[in-house]
């Protein structure tokens, strides 16, 4: 049997690579002489720079950049291999990722991009010609003004004061936006942002309403994030003529895709449809008889550019049955039926706390894909006894 595993990370937990290392293991207690092909998958989010770097052969730079909460922290970018024009790859999740927001200080209000724009300017220093960002997994909600902030746009109150961009709560004050100084590399740099296409800043299902909460925010915080970004959105039209507020893409990273485009001149672009250009999935699904896939949640979200649904929907076109794996199923999960996953589980045995769940994520992830693997040769063997007795065709 030929297996392909390609799942996602599980945010704050295992990155794409562990996940898929667990799953091989798995399958492999079940059956050892199967041909099982990993396929890390990144969509924007931690692991995204480490991922594309090892895939094009590249190169990996450590830095030290601005947190999410305003302290300096570790952080890295990379330098593709294998391309004519030079290539950076940046994860804002390097910089302002959740993980990187403590859980006693996680308020989208007051978390900062700073860092995602100091990488930027990394990356410019290295003399790339293009810069693919990855947006996922963030802990910000401050319309990627931060890092707009950091490469020299200036942020005005209605006295032409500037100010010091430290949140998305500090985007209710801005009345004006200054790009005249921001850094002139950037005229002569193509920036392609992966993102999740179905996210918006504002409107119905605006980024602070469908994320805040998932960042930490409370009901009375979403409302202030949300007056927040009108505001911003109307201000950036002023100036540019954009509206970002319902512009796909706009919402992704807590509004970092509305602040990038807007300001420094980046092009969003769905995420699979640019990141499926260092990633040959096609051949490897042409090659396979079964598709695995994981993330750290399965919910009547994931069809909207979840990695489980977007490998599913590709594997349908090889006809191929697709099994995924998560650590909780949530509201709206049976939607994903409609969209090629066959079946889903948990990966929890038992009741647990989020913190139990982080500790034994890999083996109950090893322990889940080979729970799985059982199952599916019951069928196999099952579909073989029957049709031994001619009761199938």
Same mark, same amino acid.
């Given at each position: 049997?030929?297996?392909?595993?390609?799942?996602?990370?599980?945010?704050?937990?295992?990155?794409?690579?562990?996940?898929?290392?667990?799953?091989?293991?798995?399958?492999?207690?079940?059956?050892?002489?199967?041909?099982?092909?990993?396929?890390?998958?990144?969509?924007?989010?931690?692991?995204?720079?480490?991922?594309?770097?090892?895939?094009?052969? &590249?190169?990996?730079?450590?830095?030290?950049?601005?947190?999410?909460?305003?302290?300096?922290?570790?952080?890295?970018?990379?330098?593709?291999?294998?391309?004519?024009?030079?290539?950076?790859?940046?994860?804002?999740?390097?910089?302002?990722?959740?993980?990187?927001?403590?859980?006693?200080?996680?308020?989208?209000?007051?978390?900062?991009?700073?860092?995602?724009?100091?990488?930027?300017?990394?990356?410019?220093?290295?003399?790339?010609?293009?810069?693919?960002?990855?947006?996922?997994?963030?802990?910000?909600?401050?319309?990627?003004?931060?890092?707009?902030?950091?490469?020299?746009?200036?942020?005005?109150?209605?006295?032409?004061?500037?100010?010091?961009?430290?949140?998305?709560?500090?985007?209710?004050?801005?009345?004006?936006?200054?790009?005249?100084?921001?850094?002139?590399?950037?005229?002569?740099?193509?920036?392609?942002?992966?993102?999740?296409?179905?996210?918006?800043?504002?409107?119905?299902?605006?980024?602070?309403?469908?994320? &805040?909460?998932?960042?930490?925010?409370?009901?009375?915080?979403?409302?202030?994030?949300?007056?927040?970004?009108?505001?911003?959105?109307?201000?950036?039209?002023?100036?540019?003529?954009?509206?970002?507020?319902?512009?796909?893409?706009?919402?992704?990273?807590?509004?970092?895709?509305?602040?990038?485009?807007?300001?420094?001149?980046?092009?969003?672009?769905?995420?699979?449809?640019?990141?499926?250009?260092?990633?040959?999935?096609?051949?490897?699904?042409?090659?396979?008889?079964?598709?695995?896939?994981?993330?750290?949640?399965?919910?009547?979200?994931?069809?909207?550019?979840?990695?489980?649904?977007?490998?599913?929907?590709?594997?349908?076109?090889?006809?191929?049955?697709?099994?995924?794996?998560?650590?909780?199923?949530?509201?709206?999960?049976?939607?994903?039926?409609?969209? &090629?996953?066959?079946?889903?589980?948990?990966?929890?045995?038992?009741?647990?706390?989020?913190?139990?769940?982080?500790?034994?994520?890999?083996?109950?992830?090893?322990?889940?894909?080979?729970?799985?693997?059982?199952?599916?040769?019951?069928?196999?063997?099952?579909?073989?006894?029957?049709?031994?007795? &001619?009761?199938?065709?």
């Amino acid at each position: 049997m030929r297996i392909l595993v390609v799942p996602s990370g599980f945010k704050e937990s295992l990155d794409a690579e562990q996940a898929a290392q667990c799953m091989r293991e798995g399958i492999m207690r079940v059956m050892p002489l199967a041909r099982v092909h990993t396929l890390p998958m990144v969509d924007g989010g931690e692991g995204f720079t480490k991922a594309l770097v090892k895939i094009t052969d &590249g190169r990996l730079y450590e830095a030290e950049v601005t947190g999410p909460v305003g302290e300096k922290i570790p952080s890295h970018f990379g330098i593709l291999g294998q391309k004519q024009e030079k290539t950076a790859v940046i994860e804002m999740a390097a910089a302002a990722g959740l993980r990187l927001v403590p859980r006693n200080m996680r308020d989208p209000r007051k978390t900062t991009t700073h860092g995602v724009g100091e990488l930027i300017k990394l990356a410019l220093n290295k003399g790339v010609k293009r810069i693919l960002l990855g947006c996922g997994d963030s802990g910000t909600s401050d319309g990627g003004a931060g890092m707009a902030q950091a490469l020299g746009v200036k942020f005005l109150d209605t006295n032409g004061n500037e100010i010091h961009i430290e949140g998305g709560i500090s985007l209710t004050k801005v009345a004006h936006i200054d790009v005249s100084n921001v850094d002139p590399r950037l005229q002569h740099v193509q920036i392609d942002v992966a993102c999740n296409w179905f996210n918006k800043l504002c409107g119905e299902n605006g980024v602070a309403r469908v994320f &805040g909460p998932q960042k930490g925010a409370t009901e009375e915080q979403v409302i202030e994030l949300e007056t927040a970004f009108n505001n911003y959105a109307s201000v950036i039209e002023n100036i540019t003529g954009i509206d970002v507020r319902e512009m796909p893409g706009s919402g992704a990273s807590g509004g970092l895709g509305a602040g990038i485009h807007a300001l420094i001149g980046a092009k969003l672009h769905p995420r699979y449809d640019i990141i499926m250009k260092y990633i040959d999935l096609d051949t490897l699904l042409a090659e396979s008889d079964l598709v695995f896939t994981a993330e750290g949640s399965i919910d009547f979200q994931t069809p909207r550019g979840k990695i489980p649904a977007e490998v599913a929907k590709r594997a349908k076109q090889y006809g191929l049955p697709v099994v995924a794996l998560a650590g909780t199923v949530g509201k709206g999960a049976r939607l994903n039926y409609d969209y &090629g996953i066959d079946a889903y589980t948990s990966i929890l045995p038992m009741p647990s706390t989020l913190e139990e769940a982080f500790i034994h994520a890999e083996k109950w992830l090893r322990d889940c894909t080979e729970s799985a693997m059982r199952t599916i040769l019951v069928g196999y063997q099952l579909a073989s006894r029957l049709n031994t007795k &001619g009761w199938v065709s």
